[in-house]
């Protein structure tokens, strides 16, 4: 008999948690930048790896290990998690970095399997989002500054989240056309992440316009524009989906008027985490019920609660933002602390569905790797 070439839930759930472990260190790191006394305070340094290679790479790197089907692809997930506890356990200062680096050199090899597989624009777009990551990974393993590798990390999780759902846009093609000017896009943002590396202000400003227009990109072209009119699970995908648009369109145009990403300055807290938390977590708040169940099989059964905490963590950003604006430290501070709060509703949120589905025993959706993503099509 020939051995399985997957593993199956039991020996994904560790590396999920892992994942979350590098969430909850990444927000107390946060918000001991504010000044909050919290646990992890020692962390701080390390806020930006704990959250784009600890926890976005690695629930990225399993999802991906899950739709390739192969034992090895889960060594991506494994390392970056691996990364976490090295961080988390004070270990040597290259340790973390090193780890990061090989996983996320593992989740490039994945994603040009993939490719080979199916060579299209969305699975080009999946690979370079998993270089990005690597080249990221790489600057943090050089001791750069985290600055530097900021870009790159953007690139990894826009690109990542671009592909996905382009992958979708099957159920309305764009036009040629529409796919000349998206392929465009994605040599803007390796140009910018590129152009980065020797002109920061430079490269990070071409990256808001990269941005900005991926944002108008998605925004006309994106599915959601017709599902926000269905109900239940399908509409509330689609307010992810749109009011996470709409940050990202925010952070690319001030990217460009604040002349780039700057660190330091009010601007960089304000672009960076309406990339970061008005983006990319409304990317996850809205794919979580989907995601998993294909990957650790248990139903997340939708609830009208969950627009609870998307609702909150726009609220907390638009504060933090206005505090940014306004040179408000306290604005700022207590934006910082409720956008924890609304990832933390968001994680006990998702753990109730879970837990709702499991008493009431309702199926989980097959097959495992939600390639359609079908609750999000308009039937």
């Given amino acids: 008999m020939q051995a399985p070439r997957d593993f199956g839930p039991s020996w994904r759930v560790p590396l999920l948690m892992l994942g979350f472990a590098a969430l909850f260190a990444g927000v107390a790191a946060g918000l001991a930048r504010f000044g909050w006394q919290v646990p992890g305070a020692g962390l701080a ?8 290679s600890g926890f976005f790479g690695t629930v990225i790197g399993l999802e991906r290990a899950v739709a390739l089907r192969r034992r090895w692809a889960y060594a991506a997930p494994l390392f970056s998690g691996l990364a976490t506890l090295a961080s988390l356990l004070a270990a040597p200062a290259s340790l973390a970095p090193a780890f990061a680096t090989v996983g996320s050199a593992v989740m490039v090899a994945a994603s040009v399997s993939v490719y080979r597989r199916q060579r299209e624009l969305f699975t080009l777009t999946l690979a370079l989002g998993a270089l990005a990551w690597c080249v990221g ?9 985290t600055a530097t590798a900021l870009p790159w990390w953007i690139a990894f999780l826009v690109l990542t989240i671009a592909g ?13 056309a529409a796919r000349g000017i998206f392929a465009a896009i994605l040599t803007v943002l390796a140009a910018a992440a590129t152009l980065s590396l020797a002109a ?33 699970l399908t509409r509330y995908i689609a307010a992810c989906l749109l009011s996470g648009y709409a ?21 960089h807290d304000a672009a960076l985490h309406a990339v970061m938390l008005g983006f990319v977590f409304s ?39 206005a505090g940014d ?13 409720l956008n924890a709060v609304a990832l933390l509703a968001f994680v006990l949120g ?6 709702r589905g499991l008493a009431a025993r309702v199926p989980v959706p097959t097959p495992e790797r939600p390639n359609a993503h079908r609750n999000e099509v308009d039937r």
């Fill in 137 to 145: 990974n790489l600057l943090w393993l050089a001791a750069a500054p």
């Fill in 325 to 337: 604006a306004l040179a408000d430290p306290q604005w700022r501070a207590w934006g910082g602390m």
């Fill in 200 to 232: 920061y202000a430079a490269g990070t400003m071409l990256l808001g316009g990269g941005l900005a227009a991926l944002a108008a990109w998605l925004l006309r072209q994106d599915i959601a524009r017709r599902t926000i009119r269905n109900r239940g």
């Fill in 350 to 355: 998702t753990l109730a569905a879970i837990l």
């Fill in 164 to 176: 996905e759902r382009l992958e979708l846009s099957r159920f309305l093609p764009p036009s040629p």
């Fill in 283 to 321: 990317m996850v708040f809205g794919h979580a019920p989907i995601i998993i169940p294909s990957v650790v099989r248990v139903p997340v059964p939708y609830s009208a609660s969950f627009y609870a905490p998307l609702a909150l963590l726009h609220a907390s950003l638009l504060l933090r933002v």
């Fill in 45 to 52: 340094a390390v806020h930006g790896p704990l959250m784009a």
């Fill in 247 to 267: 940050w990202l369109a925010a952070a690319g145009v001030t990217m460009v008027a604040a002349g780039g990403l700057g660190s330091g300055a009010a601007s």
